[in-house]
């Protein structure tokens, strides 16, 4: 059993106790990181969005059944106050704890529902290669994503070519399009797409540097159209890396276009490079 089933069962099983990352990780037998990368590649949602969502998903039912102390079960949803809770409660669903008692029916609510997963996996990827590469000086846009909504990143690319050929120092048309600084809980990372450049010149107004250091990788090469990359890097988490014996460490990872690779028609082959210890 992959690792995030495990996590899927462990969850479903603990949803009454104190659960955090860590746990959870160590039933699997992974690190946290690797879970967390691994659970949001196959579900768009971050682990612990999901335990938080499952909870108050369960806290939602007992709501609309008429719940009449509010501050007991926000204790045994795991929050420590009635404030907190509803927080918690109105960010989810859009509607307040009181709310849903009151109107006794959770038709206007998206409820997080458990996730059941098919143990096969499609993909077969190719034999990976290992390389060492760094320090890598990209320059690019940067915006912020959630794992649950990271559409915006196509057109991000698109505005990203308008600086092309213009940007000091670009060393050759490779793209880089780097994942970084992610966030466990929320499930957010900051996603560069952008070009290598040599030296230190200025760059364009709304440009920014990222400085990657000497890094060893696992390089995997994805050869069909770009929209289906998603099946690549969740074959890659979920089946690949724990069977490796590899350990992921908690750096930038990116993909990165191959020569033949074409922006016009999503073709042409892509690498996505993950950081691992040496």
């Not at 969005?49 to 369960?58: F, I, K, P, Q």
């Not at 059944?65 to 420590?80: F, H, P």
């Not at 990271?150 to 000091?168: A, N, T, V």
Request: hydrophobic share 35%.
């Amino acid at each position: 059993m992959d690792p995030v089933q495990k996590a899927l069962w462990y969850v479903e099983h603990q949803l009454d106790a104190e659960i955090s990352l860590e746990q959870i990780a160590r039933a699997c037998h992974v690190s946290p990181y690797h879970l967390t990368r691994a659970f949001a590649a196959c579900f768009g949602v971050s682990l612990m969005r999901y335990v938080r969502g499952r909870r108050l998903s369960r806290a939602a039912r007992q709501l609309a059944d008429g719940a009449d102390d509010i501050l007991r079960l926000a204790l045994e949803t795991g929050y420590g106050s009635h404030e907190a809770f509803s927080r918690a409660f109105k960010e989810q669903f859009g509607r307040t704890p009181e709310q849903v008692r009151q109107q006794r029916h959770l038709q206007n609510l998206t409820l997080m529902e458990p996730i059941v997963l098919d143990a096969t996996t499609q993909t077969q990827l190719e034999e990976p290669r290992l390389e060492t590469a760094g320090p890598l000086h990209l320059a690019g846009l940067s915006a912020k994503y959630n794992c649950q909504s990271p559409g915006g990143i196509p057109g991000q690319w698109q505005r990203f070519r308008e600086y092309q050929g213009r940007i000091p120092g670009q060393i050759d048309e490779a793209g880089y399009g780097v994942s970084w600084s992610f966030d466990e809980d929320s499930g957010t990372f900051d996603y560069l797409s952008g070009v290598q450049v040599s030296g230190s010149g200025t760059l364009p107004e709304g440009l920014i540097r990222l400085d990657l250091p000497p890094q060893k990788y696992v390089v995997f090469t994805h050869r069909g159209h770009i929209a289906g990359i998603r099946s690549t890097i969740m074959a890659i988490w979920k089946d690949w890396i724990p069977q490796s014996g590899l350990t992921v460490i908690p750096a930038p990872w990116f993909e990165k276009s191959t020569p033949t690779f074409n922006p016009a028609t999503g073709l042409g082959g892509m690498e996505i490079w993950i950081p691992i210890g040496s």
